[in-house]
Nanobody
């Protein structure tokens, strides 16, 4: 059984920084993309940042230049460093991973973390 366990998040003032981490555990053959999504009240879930196993990254337009995603493949862990935070970054942040459980599995399956609250407020 695969689990994504997130840590980090919390309350920060505008202009501040926070970091998130997410570790995948269980019987895992390989992890393709890992990333972070967020959902604010009354809004749809949106991509924050994603990273492939090879290190290629993709960012949402609203966070480009402020957030940095990275991963440690040996630890099955993805990180998100958030700088210059704005009130509009307030949301529940969800970790995502596309995981294959066995070599014969053609396509990876999507797994999600439980979500962690990030609040940017003075």
């Amino acid at each position: 059984q695969v689990q994504l366990v997130e840590s980090g998040g919390g309350l920060v003032q505008p202009g501040g920084s926070l970091s998130l981490s997410c570790a995948a555990s269980g019987i895992i053959f390989s992890i393709n993309a890992m990333g972070w999504y967020r959902q604010a009240p009354g809004k749809q879930r949106e991509l924050v940042a994603a990273i492939t196993s090879g290190g290629s990254t993709n960012y949402g337009d609203s966070v480009e230049g402020r957030f940095t995603i990275s991963r440690d493949n040996a630890k099955n862990t993805v990180y998100l460093q958030m700088n210059s935070l704005k009130p509009e970054d307030t949301a529940v942040y969800y970790c995502h991973a596309a995981i294959r459980l066995a070599s014969f599995q053609r396509r990876p399956r999507d797994y999600w973390g439980q979500g962690t609250q990030v609040t940017v407020s003075s």
